[in-house]
């Protein structure tokens, strides 16, 4: 198993571009989420899925959408980046609910000039 | 807004030492969690706690947790310089679908 992988591994956008970061999971996982990890905040949570058709908002939903149509993949997409979506992005994944263990993909480091 | 709140912000020990961090919440949960982080790298599970356990044990690690003080101890014995990184912990939040992190312990093991 791949286990959660993430693409790009680095990005850089200038504001105002729009771009999709990819992820996928190989473990029949339901539960899905996107976290942004910046400096001294930890990780946020930006959106989530119970599965596939299903989303929701997390903590920091503004400027990032998201869309579930399989049970392997859950695109974040910046729909136009602003300096202040700089930051590391970091797909999950857990079975069979949000709140037991996560697996982590190994992010993307997006700097938005 | 955070749950969890790790204490302290940053850690440096020697080698062979015990590693202890801490970590206080605010809500009623039904389990807490510890992850690693090494530095550029994804987040690791290590251990989840269920609200019923005190104590939990895997390998060098120990975990405590204390619902009456809303509280979680992580405790690395005989520390290596592997086990350099940062580490958090986790609850779930009321409905069980979204976990929340502190802002974790950056703990550094001097060989």
């Known amino acids: 198993n791949a286990g959660v992988t993430q693409t790009p591994k680095f990005q850089v956008l200038k504001t105002g571009q729009s771009m999709t970061l990819q992820c996928a999971q190989d473990?029949?996982?339901?539960?899905m989420s996107w976290y942004r990890q910046d400096p001294g905040m930890g990780l946020r949570l930006i959106h989530y899925?119970?599965?596939?058709?299903i989303t929701d908002q997390g903590e920091v939903p503004n400027g990032y959408n998201v869309s579930r149509s399989t049970t392997e993949d859950f695109p974040l997409r910046l729909l136009s980046a602003a300096p202040s979506q700089t930051s590391v992005y970091f797909c999950?994944?857990?079975?069979?609910w949000g709140g037991g263990e996560q697996y982590f993909g190994p992010g993307t480091r997006l700097t938005v000039t | 807004s955070q749950q969890g709140e790790e204490d302290p912000q940053a850690l440096s020990i020697q080698e062979g030492e015990n590693a202890t961090m801490n970590c206080s919440y605010k809500?009623?949960?039904?389990?807490l969690q510890w992850y690693r982080q090494n530095s550029g790298r994804g987040l690791v599970h290590l251990i989840l706690?269920?609200?019923?356990?005190r104590e939990k044990h895997s390998g060098r690690l120990r975990v405590t947790l204390d619902t009456s003080k809303k509280s979680s101890s992580l405790l690395i014995t005989a520390s290596r310089a592997a086990d350099t990184a940062s580490y958090f912990c986790a609850t779930p939040n009321f409905g069980n679908e979204k976990l929340t992190f502190g802002t974790g312990t950056r703990l550094t093991i001097i060989p």
């Open positions: 899925s119970v599965g596939a058709g």
């Open positions: 809500t009623s949960i039904n389990n």
């Open positions: 706690i269920r609200s019923n356990e």
């Open positions: 473990m029949n996982h339901e539960y």
């Open positions: 999950a994944s857990s079975h069979p």
